[in-house]
């Protein structure tokens, strides 16, 4: 077999909680490697997006899991879907099971074609994509990642209270590390990068560094197996 035939896509499982800034990261890896880039979050925030629009209750999961069955590519395009009551939605329809289930393929046939991907959420590392080349898991202190949803919020003219999304970040936190299926969590086999004293550019830079130092091992090692 040549080297190419035997080389794997390069898939990079990006997760961490709420505002650690883990979507930004995923974004300019993707730029920086050639690489399409997913934002996983964005199909849970679709699918309670259409719940409450059609007056659903999100909590219902069987007609949770049906959405997420029909979900097309284009409701993904509504761009009241990187607002905050999208992301609180999302949270509560990504605790039920057959919600997950019907997510799982979409997500492993967009990681698993050539030349790889890039993609964002909280189970990639973990149920995704647990053979990802590299896994990262981002995070920052609740209070860092409730001063910068704050400062976001406030930049859009947004009257909004510090404690009330300490509280909401804190409340989302729980909710998604405790649910039963997939829960938040770092894949054992993850780098972890804190960004709570970083800068954009900074945290940037570590993640570039994690992506070269990983995938190059992993290269190593293919090609030992491959002599
Ligand atoms: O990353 P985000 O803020 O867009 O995610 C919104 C919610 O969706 C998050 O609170 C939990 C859920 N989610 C998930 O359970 N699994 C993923 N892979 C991505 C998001």
Same mark, same amino acid.
């Given at each position: 077999?040549?080297?190419?035939?035997?080389?794997?896509?390069?898939?990079?499982?990006?997760?961490?909680?709420? $505002? $650690?800034?883990?979507?930004?990261?995923?974004?300019?890896?993707?730029? =920086?490697?050639?690489?399409?880039?997913?934002?996983?979050? +964005?199909? &849970?925030? $679709?699918?309670?997006?259409?719940?409450?629009?059609?007056?659903?209750?999100?909590?219902?999961?069987?007609?949770?899991?049906?959405?997420?069955?029909? +979900?097309?590519?284009?409701?993904?395009?509504?761009?009241?879907?990187?607002? =905050?009551?999208?992301?609180?939605?999302? @949270?509560?329809?990504?605790?039920?099971?057959?919600?997950?289930?019907?997510?799982?393929?979409? /997500?492993?046939?967009?990681?698993?074609?050539?030349?790889?991907?890039? +993609?964002?959420?909280?189970?990639?590392?973990?149920?995704?994509?647990?053979?990802?080349?590299?896994?990262?898991?981002?995070?920052? @202190?609740?209070?860092?990642?409730?001063?910068?949803?704050?400062?976001? +919020?406030?930049?859009?003219?947004?009257?909004?209270? &510090? @404690?009330?999304?300490?509280?909401?970040?804190?409340?989302?936190?729980?909710?998604?590390?405790?649910? $039963?299926?997939?829960?938040?969590?770092?894949?054992?086999?993850?780098?972890?990068?804190?960004?709570?004293?970083?800068?954009?550019?900074? %945290?940037?830079?570590?993640?570039?560094?994690?992506?070269?130092?990983? %995938?190059? /091992?992993?290269? /190593?090692?293919? %090609?030992?197996?491959?002599?």
């Amino acid at each position: 077999m040549d080297a190419e035939a035997g080389r794997k896509p390069l898939v990079i499982a990006i997760d961490g909680p709420a $505002a $650690a800034g883990k979507g930004t990261i995923a974004a300019r890896l993707a730029e =920086h490697f050639g690489l399409p880039h997913l934002d996983t979050g +964005l199909l &849970y925030r $679709a699918i309670g997006r259409i719940m409450a629009d059609r007056g659903f209750d999100v909590d219902n999961e069987e007609i949770a899991a049906a959405i997420a069955e029909n +979900l097309d590519p284009d409701d993904l395009r509504d761009p009241r879907l990187r607002g =905050h009551e999208a992301g609180e939605l999302a @949270s509560r329809v990504a605790v039920h099971r057959n919600v997950r289930a019907a997510l799982v393929r979409f /997500q492993r046939e967009f990681a698993g074609r050539p030349p790889g991907a890039v +993609l964002d959420g909280r189970d990639i590392g973990t149920v995704i994509c647990p053979d990802a080349t590299v896994k990262i898991f981002v995070t920052a @202190s609740a209070e860092e990642r409730a001063r910068r949803r704050t400062d976001e +919020l406030r930049a859009k003219g947004r009257d909004i209270d &510090y @404690s009330r999304i300490l509280a909401e970040i804190r409340s989302r936190d729980e909710r998604d590390s405790s649910r $039963a299926t997939a829960p938040l969590k770092a894949a054992e086999d993850a780098a972890t990068l804190d960004t709570s004293e970083l800068d954009r550019e900074a %945290a940037f830079a570590e993640a570039v560094a994690i992506v070269l130092r990983v %995938a190059g /091992q992993a290269a /190593q090692t293919a %090609a030992v197996r491959r002599a």
